[in-house]
């Protein structure tokens, strides 16, 4: 079992940045593929950034050039940095671990830009 907690939503302006972090229980949290997720309100739930164990990145077209997924193995955390922010970008951001077959979900972190 994978716990997921993620911090750092919030309020911000068109143009503005936020960091998002996700805390994950468990020993071998280097072999997780981690991926954050969005969905903004009346819309599909959509992916917007993956790290992998090796630390390959892989991002949504929306937010490629923007945001910014990295991963801290010695702290059990993957972070999320979002630069330019629009108010399109508003949404509750998931942290979601792939991890022995299985997923896992973090409770989501409100971000909502104003324009």
């Known amino acids: 079992q994978v716990q997921l907690v993620e911090s750092g939503g919030g309020l911000v302006q068109a143009g503005g940045s936020l960091r998002l972090s996700c805390a994950a229980s468990g020993r071998t949290f280097s072999s997780y593929a981690m991926t954050w997720l969005r969905q903004a309100p009346g819309k599909e739930r959509e992916g917007v950034a993956t790290i992998i164990s090796g630390g390959s990145t892989y991002y949504a077209d929306a937010v490629k050039g923007r945001f910014t997924i990295s991963r801290d193995n010695g702290k059990n955390t993957v972070y999320l940095q979002m630069n330019s922010l629009k108010p399109e970008d508003t949404a509750v951001y998931y942290c979601?671990?792939?991890?022995?077959?299985?997923?896992?979900w973090g409770q989501g972190t409100q971000v909502t830009v104003s324009s």
């Open positions: 979601k671990a792939r991890a022995g077959g299985n997923d896992y």
